[in-house]
């Protein structure tokens, strides 16, 4: 959350920041701001949209060759012109962008109040750059001991941080920061870019360095030196960005998410590409290679996660339980965390992340590793804290998602529990050879499938077009198709503010069949699957109170479609890959029913992407 960018070299920064912003703006859109360093600092920041700081600068002097900027999820004091970073400290010695949460910030806030500071904003930030100043003129205010005041500042704040700072007396640095929140450097030629993910970076080079938390970057013309917050020198460990410029556009689509939502085929190819081999019949999953033994005698698997990735975990336990027969459980990462769970020495932790920076997911890691479980993960940004916290994984090679609403990663995430369960299932000898082929097979197609699905977005915008003024809507699947009812469900809520719940279908008649009426469209998984005549009982049910009933149904259904008002078919396939197709209409669905509302659907209200506070 919070999109931080900065630059140091020979370029104007303004419009590298700017840009940087734009493509950071998915993970905070509520207050945006920059600050040119050199000999003459000046901060320009508004609430609003990073356009409305384009609009606020526009006559403004924003020339200079340093910079930082920050697009803002708030956290700490409401959205507003006076939170909006950057901060500066009260003598003016500090100005500083911030992503992440200071825990201590009261205590320190009223140590500095005692010491005579006088805070503008209601923000844990401004404690931070006033902190930093405080440590500084301890220090007889000395710019040689700049960086000093920073570390010994540093060593006492609790919490989460990914920091640019300036400091006005030494004009031509740029220091970051990094614990919990991630920050990336750029390396070009003289030249420094830094951001809290690739996205602003790949434009300008590919070489990168990913701070580690405690680290504490000090660029300036002389170049870069990397030390952690005891003062040790570190060695930047240079990396190749795996990311072109195409993949963070929109390339003609109105939005991310349907760009994202029709990459799916794409998406999944790559993920099972170099591990899933359709001649063969060969599947195997390098990053697990070290664990593989381990993960096939697990006396339990443990599943974390929040959000979508909780739903494909949810999906990932009907997969393991009936592959493998391990014992699985899914938890909100969460949760978890604070519940005391028990974990035991021969218990399989497996975190599922798409952007590897889920704040609670990373505790719930570091509480599984603390506990002595094996603790996996499944992620899509390479390089992010998740897969450095893990001790092995897989990662889900969707691409950068920038849509805020989850699509492509969660099909991602699916494919690769998918992938596991067979791969552990086919070791432990609960799936026969002949199974395990053809689930081989089965995955193989699903992106030609998913080709079909999408084909058939006119009609399923018709159908968006009848029920879009609806205020509730419920969301009913069985078995693999619960959790794709509780994602359908939560799609729709996030970017059309449409109230939705999603239920096991037998559960409706223990209360939520209440809640239907004439009004209520009522979404119904109903492929061809075990539970299929049960599910054309609850689509009875629905029918005789009248509600909207809007069906997803295998190719060549024909009962269904004399009961449901709405009929979306998708291609037949085993039960136990159907999330991979029924999500689609679903996602698409949702997109098309936001877009109507005139919703902003890459950046709903309230939301950001990659949830690095807990
Ligand atoms: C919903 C959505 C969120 C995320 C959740 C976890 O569309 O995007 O619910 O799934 O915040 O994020 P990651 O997967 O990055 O840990």
Not at 90 to 114: A, V
Not at 120 to 131: F, G, I, K, P, R
Not at 323 to 338: G, K, L, N, W
Request: proline letters at 4%; glycine letters at 8%; hydrophobic letters at 40%.
């Amino acid at each position: 959350m919070c999109g931080i960018v900065g630059y140091i070299g020979q370029r104007e920064a303004y419009n590298i920041l700017i840009k940087g912003l734009k493509r950071l703006e998915y993970r905070g859109y509520d207050s945006a701001g920059i600050a040119m360093g050199g000999d003459n600092p000046r901060i320009y920041k508004c609430k609003g949209k990073v356009s409305d700081l384009e609009a606020l600068v526009e006559n403004l002097d924003f020339s200079g060759n340093i910079g930082i900027g920050h697009t803002r999820w708030a956290t700490h004091g409401e959205p507003n012109d006076v939170n909006a970073h950057p901060h500066r400290s009260m003598n003016g010695h500090f100005i500083i962008i911030h992503n992440g949460i200071i825990e201590n910030y009261t205590k320190l806030k009223s140590g500095l109040e005692n010491k005579g500071y006088v805070f503008e904003s209601q923000t844990d930030t401004e404690v931070l750059a006033n902190l930093f100043e405080y440590f500084y003129i301890k220090e007889g205010s000395d710019p040689k001991k700049c960086v000093d005041a920073i570390r010994n500042a540093l060593r006492i704040v609790e919490g989460a941080y990914g920091l640019l700072i300036l400091c006005k007396d030494v004009p031509k640095q740029l220091i970051a920061a990094k614990k919990g929140s991630p920050i990336v450097v750029g390396i070009g030629d003289q030249e420094y870019f830094i951001a809290s993910d690739a996205s602003p970076i790949v434009e300008y080079t590919n070489s990168v360095i990913y701070l580690k938390d405690d680290d504490i970057a000090i660029l300036s013309d002389s170049g870069l030196s990397l030390i952690n917050l005891k003062n040790i020198p570190q060695t930047p460990n240079i990396h190749k960005l795996d990311l072109s410029l195409d993949q963070i556009e929109k390339n003609g689509f109105d939005h991310y998410m349907l760009k994202e939502i029709y990459e799916q085929p794409r998406s999944i190819r790559d993920t099972y590409r170099g591990r899933l081999n359709f001649e063969s019949k060969f599947l195997r999953l390098g990053g697990l290679f070290n664990v593989f033994n381990d993960l096939v005698n697990a006396d339990r698997i443990i599943i974390v996660a929040c959000g979508t990735s909780w739903h494909a975990g949810l999906v990932g336990e009907y997969l393991f339980e009936e592959f493998t027969r391990i014992p699985t459980e899914v938890e909100y990462a969460s949760e978890f965390r604070y519940r005391n769970p028990v974990i035991k020495k021969g218990d399989v932790v497996i975190a599922i992340s798409q952007s590897g920076e889920t704040a609670d997911t990373l505790a719930a890691i570091q509480l599984a590793k603390r506990a002595g479980a094996i603790v996996l993960g499944i992620c899509n940004v390479v390089g992010s804290s998740i897969p450095r916290e893990t001790v092995a994984g897989v990662y889900t090679h969707a691409g950068p998602e920038i849509g805020v609403a989850s699509t492509k990663a969660f099909t991602a995430q699916v494919t690769v529990l998918t992938m596991m369960a067979m791969a552990v299932g086919l070791a432990n000898k609960n799936l026969t050879q002949k199974e395990f082929e053809d689930l081989v097979e089965e995955l193989y197609l699903i992106p030609d499938k998913i080709e079909k699905i999408l084909e058939k977005a006119d009609y399923i915008k018709e159908i968006a077009e009848k029920v879009k003024d609806a205020n509730n809507a419920l969301y009913l699947g069985r078995g693999y198709l619960f959790p794709v009812a509780l994602e359908g469900a939560l799609k729709l809520k996030e970017i059309s503010y449409i109230h939705a719940e999603g239920y096991p279908a037998a559960e409706m008649k223990h209360g939520p069949i209440a809640l239907i009426d004439e009004k209520m469209p009522v979404v119904v998984l109903a492929t061809k699957d075990p539970s299929y005549d049960k599910i054309v009982s609850n689509i009875q049910e629905v029918k005789a109170r009248k509600g909207q009933i809007i069906a997803i149904v295998t190719e060549g259904d024909t009962v269904i479609r004399n009961l449901a008002d709405f009929v979306i078919e998708v291609p037949a396939c085993d039960f136990a890959l159907s999330p991979l197709l029924t999500v689609i209409p679903l996602q698409l669905l949702s997109y098309y029913i936001a877009v109507m509302r005139g919703c902003n659907v890459d950046q709903p209200r309230n939301l950001a992407k990659s949830v690095t506070v807990e």
